[in-house]
């Protein structure tokens, strides 16, 4: 059994930094800092969809402050995640015209789940995403996420 290789304390103040681990070369890269922890996680998120979507597995770590020293934070991160297929444009509606949307609000719902914390899905969170995608409009799928903003900057 492989054991998960320990990240390094960042450098300088203590801020919010999120460190990938390079399996091939052996190493933590510093991925995402500010000194916000929002920025940080949303980063966080997109970068763990972008190396999951290549294939390849992904390790982090989550530095922060606590107590005015670095602190490391654990990563709610699932292990897998599958992503669903788009569903068939409704009769009359131009393919090209419903897949963009649908890709819109995909975009939008992913966006605000990401800025309320949640930074991977798991499948069954995959489909409610797709489900909601599916059935409800532009402006309700905004609102949504809006939500999800809104809640995730009350933390």
Partial sequence: MESR???PRPQGAPRWVAMFY???AGSWRTAAQSPHRSPVLYA???????????????????WGP?????HRFD??????????????????EPAVLAERMTGRRHQVL???????????LSPEDDAA???LVERLDEAAVRRVAHWLTTAGGAR
Avoid: C, I, Y
Avoid at 110 to 120: P, R, V
């Fill in 5 to 7: 290789p320990e990240s």
């Fill in 22 to 24: 390079r399996p091939a």
């Fill in 44 to 62: 966080l998120g997109e970068m763990t969809r972008a190396v999951r979507a290549r294939g390849d597995e992904v390790t982090v770590a989550l």
């Fill in 66 to 70: 606590k107590n005015g020293a670095w």
């Fill in 75 to 92: 990563t709610p991160l699932k292990q897998t995640a599958v992503s669903v297929p788009d569903p068939e444009p409704s009769p009359g």
């Fill in 110 to 120: 992913m966006a605000g789940l990401t800025k309320a914390g949640l930074h991977d």
């Fill in 129 to 131: 995403v797709q489900t």
